[in-house]
């Protein structure tokens, strides 16, 4: 007896507390009957709505450096009270929230600030809300965003970014509608990871600008720049290397001109793609662009001497060299010598060196006395080729150097 009383009893309040359709539309119409969303749902209209705005982002679409533009998808979490929607659980069969048509009810006219395209509703028809019965109201409208990015490419490919997504409360004022920040801030759990962009850091702030209540989500990105490094930049370094091996080929070889200017093109492609990359109305230059740039000086003036010594090769042996040409000759053979005192042996130094000293001083004066135009275009090769060495060196070293201390 005890038993078929307790499986009564367990019936008895099973249904009393469900739920059944009809008692969910009763409390619905109950609650719309004489709402209005066109009304702020405050009892004390004099009082704001306070909004809880929070971001959960989920992905990272793309940052465009040409239109500096940032691309991301995720949705808004937004909670505030509706004075309007509340009732008692116990009275509606233990009803404690509903879902209604974002439509239905008042809804914040949050807007996008710094959006690149038109306003639009964000949400849609077909989106819920979720009603507490104490009034609260979960709202969380998905949207791709487009906002402005203003973009630095000074340090390009180890640039960082700060990009910003902006929301206003359009229409009301502080005093009606206040967006307060909420803990949880911009939500990166349903984050998923960028092959471009790496995310640092998120902040958060609220303010109060000319009346309005908006919120700004801060994202700290950082470029991942071992495509780049690479594909353009590895590349760009072997061919100032190759620049400068246009002095170790011989002019009587034929094709050091052709090769000179393969090397000027390669250049240029190089400067052409990175340009492609960059934003248009950038108020900086990438150090990688201002090397580039330099390297392509270079080229050019490579380019030049090598038509000068093509040109001063074919001269007549008649024609008399002129005074820089003859010290840039002997400038050459000193540092020969100087090679060659160094790597002579150790043995009977005093007397070797005195008889190459002899020796060389005697060529030296000879070869001075009647040097050939292949002399001047072989001492040409020989300066050009360590004066262009060490000006890609320090060039090489100020990429990098700037780079690195910038990053």
């Given at each position: 007896m005890a038993a078929v009383s307790t499986v009564l009893a367990v019936c008895f309040f099973g249904g009393v507390n469900s739920q059944t359709p009809v008692q969910v539309k009763s409390l619905v119409?109950?609650?719309?009957?004489?709402?209005?969303?066109?009304?702020?749902?405050?009892?004390?209209?004099?009082?704001?709505?306070?909004?809880?705005?929070?971001?959960?982002?989920?992905?990272?679409?793309?940052?465009?450096?040409?239109?500096?533009?940032?691309?991301t998808s995720g949705y808004l979490t937004i909670r505030w009270i509706d004075s309007l929607l509340t009732w008692d659980p116990d009275s509606n069969n233990g009803i404690s929230k509903i879902f209604l048509p974002q439509n239905d009810i008042w809804k914040p006219d949050i807007v996008l600030g710094n959006g690149i395209r038109n306003f639009e509703e964000f949400g849609g028809s077909f989106y819920n809300v979720e009603?507490?019965?104490?009034?609260?109201?979960?709202?969380?409208?998905?949207?791709?965003?487009?906002?402005?990015?203003?973009?630095?490419?000074?340090?390009f490919p180890y640039d960082r970014e700060v990009c910003e997504i902006v929301f206003v409360v359009w229409s009301y004022t502080v005093s009606e509608v206040e967006i307060f920040k909420s803990a949880n801030g911009i939500n990166l759990n349903e984050y998923t990871e960028s092959g471009v962009w790496e995310i640092t850091r998120t902040d958060v702030k609220v303010s109060k600008e000319s009346l309005e209540s908006k919120v700004t989500f801060s994202i700290h990105i950082k470029r991942k720049p071992f495509y780049y490094l690479f594909n353009i930049i590895i590349?760009?370094?072997?061919?100032?290397?190759?620049?400068?091996?246009?002095?170790?080929?011989?002019?009587?070889a034929g094709e050091k001109m052709s090769y000179a200017m393969t090397v000027f093109l390669s250049f240029a492609v190089f400067l052409t793609i990175i340009n492609t990359l960059l934003p248009v109305s950038s108020d900086t230059t990438p150090v990688l662009s201002r090397y580039l740039l330099m390297q392509?000086?270079?080229?050019?003036?490579?380019?030049?001497?090598?038509?000068?010594?093509?040109?001063?090769?074919?001269?007549?042996?008649?024609?008399?060299?002129?005074?820089?040409?003859r010290f840039m000759v002997r400038l050459m053979h000193y540092f020969h010598c100087r090679k060659s005192r160094k790597i002579s042996p150790a043995k009977h130094?005093?007397?070797?060196?005195?008889?190459?000293?002899?020796?060389?001083?005697?060529?030296?004066?000879?070869?001075?006395?009647?040097?050939?135009?292949?002399?001047?275009?072989?001492?040409?090769?020989?300066?050009?080729?360590?004066?262009?060495?060490?000006?890609?060196?320090?060039?090489?070293?100020?990429?990098?150097?700037?780079i690195i201390r910038g990053s």
């Open positions: 119409d109950n609650l719309l009957s004489n709402y209005d969303k066109r009304i702020r749902p405050m009892e004390d209209q004099t009082l704001p709505v306070t909004l809880d705005v929070s971001f959960s982002l989920i992905s990272l679409i793309g940052v465009d450096e040409v239109n500096e533009k940032l691309e009603v507490q019965n104490v009034g609260g109201v979960d709202w969380k409208p998905f949207q791709v965003f487009e906002t402005q990015c203003s973009i630095d490419t000074t340090y590349p760009i370094l072997f061919l100032g290397m190759l620049t400068i091996l246009v002095f170790a080929l011989p002019v009587d392509m000086t270079m080229s050019i003036l490579v380019l030049f001497i090598t038509a000068l010594q093509i040109r001063l090769h074919h001269r007549d042996t008649s024609v008399p060299i002129s005074k820089p040409f130094k005093d007397s070797e060196e005195r008889d190459n000293f002899d020796s060389m001083g005697e060529t030296s004066q000879e070869e001075e006395n009647r040097p050939e135009w292949k002399d001047v275009t072989s001492a040409i090769d020989f300066l050009a080729f360590w004066s262009f060495f060490l000006l890609y060196l320090s060039l090489t070293v100020y990429l990098f150097a700037t």
